[in-house]
């Protein structure tokens, strides 16, 4: 990317290449976490729900007004 920069260069070098370091770290944590979420993956893919949810079913959380208290 800026390679040819001079200021590039001596940044790289005082501090060493953090846009690479950040790139390979970002592609090894997306290895390791394709990696543990493939037996979810794997569990989930031949069930099917007996029945689907009902809309609105099941735990919501709702806004409340800073000094307001639910009825």
Known sequence: MFQDSPIYDRLVAE??????QTR??????????EYAMRPL????AGLTPERPAAPGA???RTAL??????H
Do not use: C, H, K, N
Request: no cysteine; hydrophobic share 30%; net charge neutral.
């Open 58 to 60: 099941g735990w919501q």
């Open 24 to 33: 390979r770290e970002a592609e090894r944590v997306s290895r390791e976490l």
């Open 65 to 70: 007004l800073p000094g307001s208290l639910p």
């Open 41 to 44: 993956q794997s569990f989930g």
């Open 15 to 20: 501090r060493g290449d953090i846009p690479l």
